[in-house]
């Protein structure tokens, strides 16, 4: 199944609160590897330097927790599961005729 993970990284110290924060959050992604389970299709930064997505394939919905766990303090979080839009057209088209059936 495909997710959609957006994280955003946790501001709100001082400006060397933040950039030690930064420092910590680096030095941890450079130890990171994906865990078993967990396939990355695609790993983007927001240009901005506030955060990325990534789009990932997991069969385990509980793999998707390592992510959070490991970097819950320095990032915030949200997983989304997505569908292929070929896929996601054929059901919205779906729920249209459905609904369109009903008076």
Avoid at 1 to 21: D, K, V
Avoid at 66 to 72: N, Q, S, T, V, W
Avoid at 78 to 94: Q, R, S, Y
Wanted: proline residues 5%; hydrophobic residues 45%; negative net charge.
């Amino acid at each position: 199944m495909l997710f959609q993970i957006t994280y955003s990284t946790r501001a709100g110290g001082s400006a060397q609160q933040n950039e030690e924060s930064e420092k910590r959050a680096l030095a941890l992604f450079g130890k990171w590897a994906p865990p078993p389970g967990l396939e990355v299709k695609s790993f983007v930064a927001r240009a901005d330097g506030t955060g990325g997505t990534l789009l990932v394939d997991a069969k385990d919905a509980a793999v998707l927790a390592e992510g959070p766990a490991k970097f819950g303090s320095v990032n915030e979080f949200e997983i989304v599961p997505v569908l292929d839009i070929t896929e996601a057209v054929g059901i919205f088209a779906e729920a249209d005729a459905w609904r369109d059936s009903i008076t």
